[in-house]
């Protein structure tokens, strides 16, 4: 059993004690409705609170003024009366497990876009933003008088709802940090030039809302220890920040992350895919905790209990938001002070089920665990009422997912994989750069499924004989997807090979000078591509979309293509592949028509994602069995279609 020195240790927050240091972040959830924290909301946060959560930050950039709407998120709005009830219904659901519940609030000045939602933006100066692109009008005097007035409004209205404190906004670029920093911040009046004015604003927050609410309600910060932008905040800046906001004496808690989603590649630096290295702003929050007397929180890729204990120990932060784990796992903490490690279900960075979706406005989920946003349906499962014996095909996402859920629920399981290992493409995807944990929920699943005892056979190649030997009641089709092959005139002149042979090490002549056609436009034909850049390829890109990888989300893509440019790929867009010859690549412009050659090239490569490799559904059903085909086997799409239709099918059956 691991030996936990800190992680569980009880430690003070302003006037609360908070008996863990695994945190919650204040994340926007996307699950608020009507601007309100209803049922649906408070079921997600429950369910961590059930499974042992410290401290509890919940509703980020929970909007304290009409002008920063929530509603473009589907986040909460905190400048109405009206929310008091639910606060009050959600406290009180969170304090029958002894967890403290602070909301973060904030106004996010010239972050927006105004026509969504038909409100007009504030910032300190007229100086649009690089990701939303759009100009806000300068704060004057009675403006800023208002909204220091609606920060306060908002943390009383918290207080009312029984909460026990509130997180200030002072980082990813809203309108506090707005206003410290020389990137937004041009002003010329009291508020404008030196450190002092540029805090002014800030500070006036914190002392009407610390007046507003006394002593005996948290008030916590959460800031940048470093925006990595030129002219921007510096860690050196920031803690000169810091230390003289916690002179105050107003802050109870420092919450340090690092990066400013002010622009796009700040966006997903702020919340770090598996491409980043675990406790990679640790540094940041060590350099806060250096210059304050309160305690400080650090975050980012904190996804293990031991890793967040030696954290502690090593006294770079106080207490670890672990949330990405903790949506992947809302039970971890006590899996972990039980000594369950081996049942915790570890955050990998996939980021697409959760931060990449609630950015546009979609409710929080999770890639590998389909019960998150779902809790209210799914947080318990249910035994089965008839047991029966369940017969899956293929030991990839969908078929362990649903071997994993029919075998908790009580049906005896049989597994049949062709290869010597479960994972099924998870293996191939895993081969590419920044992307090693991808296979991460399979080996979870793996795990399980021992442990409930299914039955296992690999290198058993099914046929429809051998599959009805096993008796089975039910069969379950997961066998997955083969590489999609494109059909372009003159293909046979040339070298072409799939990205999955590339990255499995089945097509390694391909030459100095490669074309990767990407017509799948998530990470395969990209990641291909990195792969051949690090072996020294020149390699190009070509996609008929506006962008390589265009289906990612807004903290995937970005660090992609960071490390593609730095690697000099070139990439041409909005050309669809039509034909090859001579070792050049002939494409249509999708928008003009426009026939273009590119080339000459020593091979092509083509991502063009898979195609369904079911050939026993139909053949068993017509011996009149009962066949279930889901993941790719069905229709190839993603990971998390592929684990969410086995757990569906598991609950199901």
Same mark, same amino acid.
């Given at each position: 059993?691991?030996?936990?020195?800190?992680?569980?240790?009880?430690?003070?927050?302003?006037?609360?004690?908070?008996?863990?240091?695994?945190?919650?972040?204040?994340?926007?959830?996307?699950?608020?409705?009507?601007?309100?924290?209803?049922?649906?909301?408070?079921?997600?946060?429950?369910?961590?609170?059930?499974?042992?959560?410290?401290?509890?930050?919940?509703?980020?950039?929970?909007?304290?003024?009409?002008?920063?709407?929530?509603?473009?998120?589907?986040?909460?709005?905190?400048?109405?009366?009206?929310?008091?009830?639910?606060?009050?219904?959600?406290?009180?659901?969170?304090?029958?497990?002894?967890?403290?519940?602070?909301?973060?609030?904030?106004?996010?000045?010239?972050?927006?876009?105004?026509?969504?939602?038909?409100?007009?933006?504030?910032?300190?100066?007229?100086?649009?933003?690089?990701?939303?692109?759009?100009?806000?009008?300068?704060?004057?005097?009675?403006?800023?008088?208002?909204?220091?007035?609606?920060?306060?409004?908002?943390?009383?209205?918290?207080?009312?709802?029984?909460?026990?404190?509130?997180?200030?906004?002072?980082?990813?670029?809203?309108?506090?940090?707005?206003?410290?920093?020389?990137?937004?911040?041009?002003?010329?009046?009291?508020?404008?030039?030196?450190?002092?004015?540029?805090?002014?604003?800030?500070?006036?927050?914190?002392?009407?809302?610390?007046?507003?609410?006394?002593?005996?309600?948290?008030?916590?910060?959460?800031?940048?220890?470093?925006?990595?932008?030129?002219?921007?905040?510096?860690?050196?800046?920031?803690?000169?920040?810091?230390?003289?906001?916690?002179?105050?004496?107003?802050?109870?808690?420092?919450?340090?992350?690092?990066?400013?989603?002010?622009?796009?590649?700040?966006?997903?630096?702020?919340?770090?895919?598996?491409?980043?290295?675990?406790?990679?702003?640790?540094?940041?929050?060590?350099?806060?905790?250096?210059?304050?007397?309160?305690?400080?929180?650090?975050?980012?890729?904190?996804?293990?209990?031991?890793?967040?204990?030696?954290?502690?120990?090593?006294?770079?932060?106080?207490?670890?938001?672990?949330?990405?784990?903790?949506?992947?796992?809302?039970?971890?903490?006590?899996?972990?002070?039980?000594?369950?490690?081996?049942?915790?279900?570890?955050?990998?960075?996939?980021?697409?089920?959760?931060?990449?979706?609630?950015?546009?406005?979609?409710?929080?989920?999770?890639?590998?665990?389909?019960?998150?946003?779902?809790?209210?349906?799914?947080?318990?499962?249910?035994?089965?009422?008839?047991?029966?014996?369940?017969?899956?095909?293929?030991?990839?996402?969908?078929?362990?997912?649903?071997?994993?859920?029919?075998?908790?629920?009580?049906?005896?399981? #049989?597994? /049949?994989?062709? +290869?010597?290992? =479960?994972? $099924?493409?998870? *293996?191939? !995807?895993?081969?590419? &750069?920044?992307?090693?944990?991808?296979?991460?929920?399979?080996?979870?699943?793996?795990?399980?499924?021992?442990?409930?005892?299914?039955?296992?056979?690999?290198?058993?190649?099914?046929?429809?004989?051998?599959?009805?030997?096993?008796?089975?009641?039910?069969?379950?089709?997961?066998?997955?997807?083969?590489?999609?092959?494109?059909?372009?005139?003159?293909?046979?002149?040339?070298?072409?090979?799939?990205?999955?042979?590339?990255?499995?090490?089945?097509?390694?002549?391909?030459?100095?000078?490669?074309?990767?056609?990407?017509?799948?436009?998530?990470?395969?034909?990209?990641?291909?591509?990195?792969?051949?850049?690090?072996?020294?390829?020149? #390699?190009? /890109?070509?996609? +008929?979309?506006? =962008?390589? $990888?265009?289906? *990612?989300? !807004?903290?995937?893509? &970005?660090?992609?293509?960071?490390?593609?440019?730095?690697?000099?790929?070139?990439?041409?867009?909005?050309?669809?592949?039509?034909?090859?010859?001579?070792?050049?690549?002939?494409?249509?412009?999708?928008?003009?028509?426009?026939?273009?050659?590119?080339?000459?090239?020593?091979?092509?490569?083509?991502?063009?994602?898979?195609?369904?490799?079911?050939?026993?559904?139909?053949?068993?059903?017509?011996?009149?069995?009962?066949?279930?085909?889901?993941?790719?086997?069905?229709?190839?799409?993603?990971?998390?279609?592929?684990?969410?239709?086995?757990?569906?099918?598991?609950?199901?059956?």
């Amino acid at each position: 059993m691991t030996d936990f020195t800190y992680l569980f240790e009880p430690l003070k927050v302003g006037h609360v004690t908070v008996r863990n240091r695994i945190c919650c972040s204040a994340h926007a959830d996307a699950l608020a409705e009507d601007g309100m924290p209803g049922e649906r909301e408070r079921r997600y946060y429950e369910e961590k609170a059930i499974g042992g959560v410290g401290f509890m930050m919940c509703f980020g950039s929970a909007s304290v003024h009409p002008s920063s709407t929530a509603r473009d998120w589907n986040g909460v709005e905190l400048f109405d009366d009206r929310v008091i009830p639910f606060l009050s219904e959600f406290s009180r659901t969170m304090h029958r497990y002894d967890v403290p519940v602070v909301c973060q609030i904030t106004h996010r000045g010239r972050r927006g876009r105004s026509i969504d939602l038909w409100n007009r933006l504030y910032g300190p100066s007229d100086v649009r933003e690089p990701n939303h692109r759009e100009n806000p009008h300068p704060l004057d005097e009675a403006q800023m008088d208002q909204f220091v007035r609606a920060f306060a409004d908002a943390a009383g209205r918290l207080q009312a709802g029984g909460f026990d404190g509130c997180e200030v906004m002072a980082s990813h670029c809203h309108l506090i940090d707005q206003f410290w920093t020389r990137n937004v911040n041009r002003r010329t009046d009291e508020y404008g030039g030196s450190l002092d004015n540029r805090l002014r604003f800030g500070i006036r927050v914190i002392e009407a809302i610390r007046e507003r609410v006394g002593r005996s309600f948290i008030v916590g910060i959460r800031v940048t220890g470093d925006d990595f932008l030129d002219n921007g905040l510096n860690n050196h800046e920031m803690q000169e920040i810091c230390g003289r906001l916690d002179e105050l004496r107003l802050l109870d808690y420092f919450n340090v992350i690092g990066g400013s989603a002010e622009t796009f590649v700040g966006e997903s630096a702020a919340v770090p895919n598996m491409s980043f290295r675990l406790g990679v702003y640790t540094h940041l929050s060590a350099s806060i905790r250096s210059v304050v007397d309160v305690p400080v929180i650090a975050t980012a890729r904190i996804v293990d209990p031991v890793q967040a204990d030696r954290i502690i120990a090593e006294g770079q932060a106080d207490l670890c938001i672990m949330n990405r784990s903790l949506i992947a796992d809302p039970h971890m903490p006590a899996k972990a002070q039980r000594g369950d490690l081996d049942d915790i279900r570890q955050c990998m960075g996939y980021n697409e089920g959760c931060i990449d979706r609630i950015y546009t406005g979609r409710g929080v989920t999770c890639v590998q665990n389909p019960v998150i946003g779902r809790e209210r349906e799914w947080a318990a499962m249910p035994a089965a009422g008839v047991k029966r014996r369940i017969t899956v095909v293929g030991a990839g996402p969908a078929g362990r997912e649903a071997a994993r859920v029919a075998a908790s629920r009580g049906h005896q399981v #049989v597994l /049949l994989e062709k +290869s010597d290992q =479960t994972g $099924g493409q998870t *293996l191939i !995807a895993r081969l590419a &750069p920044g992307r090693q944990d991808f296979d991460g929920a399979t080996r979870w699943s793996s795990l399980q499924c021992r442990k409930l005892g299914v039955d296992l056979r690999l290198n058993t190649v099914a046929t429809v004989d051998s599959i009805l030997q096993t008796a089975p009641d039910v069969v379950v089709i997961a066998t997955g997807a083969r590489s999609r092959t494109p059909v372009l005139e003159g293909m046979e002149t040339c070298h072409f090979v799939s990205a999955w042979d590339v990255l499995q090490g089945k097509a390694t002549e391909v030459g100095k000078v490669v074309l990767v056609i990407d017509e799948e436009y998530g990470h395969q034909g990209p990641t291909t591509a990195e792969f051949l850049l690090e072996t020294g390829r020149e #390699v190009d /890109l070509i996609t +008929s979309q506006e =962008t390589i $990888g265009n289906h *990612l989300g !807004a903290t995937t893509r &970005p660090p992609l293509l960071r490390r593609l440019f730095s690697r000099r790929a070139q990439i041409f867009n909005h050309l669809e592949a039509q034909s090859v010859s001579n070792g050049c690549l002939i494409a249509r412009n999708i928008w003009s028509g426009d026939l273009h050659e590119v080339g000459p090239y020593d091979s092509f490569v083509y991502a063009y994602g898979g195609q369904s490799a079911d050939t026993l559904s139909e053949p068993l059903r017509a011996r009149g069995v009962i066949v279930e085909v889901v993941g790719d086997a069905f229709a190839p799409r993603t990971l998390q279609h592929a684990i969410l239709e086995g757990h569906k099918l598991g609950r199901d059956l």
